[in-house]
């Protein structure tokens, strides 16, 4: 049974992932992205990583996706860019990513009803997590957060122009 809720975690994360990478709409390949993550961290829980699951569900799929979201909307460039979502925003784009958050979620459902009793892995508690991002991992830790840091100043600096000439554009 878990064998067959990882392969379909796994198809669904590598289908999420390659539509996020060909998709030409930033909002949903970010979508995408969401549920790769989730289905990755379903096959950390199937696993028996438990904390590994909650990690990536909370840090990467909550915590990183405001922060595309915020640069997102940072570069917001005015009423062509709202034109255009409503646009996009038909019924019919939220087909495919809710098909795979369904399945994700029945996979959810089917592992709670089993009792999700993995025989890999072992119990790890966030005293010991916190022991290897801070110790033998603490310049990959630092080395991260500049990497975000430097994609947070390098998104300012490119909508920078654009926040000019919309309030130049708004002021005249």
Request: no cysteine; hydrophobic share 60%; charged share 10%.
């Amino acid at each position: 049974m878990e064998m067959t809720l990882f392969t379909i975690a796994a198809a669904v994360a590598v289908f999420a992932t390659l539509m996020m990478i060909t998709g030409f709409n930033a909002v949903h390949s970010l979508l995408y992205l969401i549920l790769s993550l989730l289905a990755v961290g379903i096959i950390f829980f199937l696993l028996g990583a438990y904390f590994a699951a909650v990690l990536e569900v909370i840090i990467y799929a909550g915590a990183i996706m405001v922060i595309f979201v915020f640069v997102i909307m940072m570069l917001n460039q005015g009423q062509k860019t709202v034109d255009q979502e409503h646009e996009w925003l038909t019924p019919g784009m939220w087909i495919v990513p809710s098909l795979l958050a369904l399945v994700l979620l029945g996979e959810i459902l089917v592992v709670i009803a089993v009792g999700g009793n993995a025989e890999t892995g072992q119990l790890v508690n966030s005293k010991q997590v916190g022991i290897a991002l801070y110790g033998p991992y603490l310049l990959a830790v630092e080395l991260a957060s500049m990497l975000l840091l430097a994609g947070l100043v390098g998104a300012y600096h490119l909508g920078k122009p654009i926040i000019k000439r919309n309030r130049q554009e708004r002021d005249s």
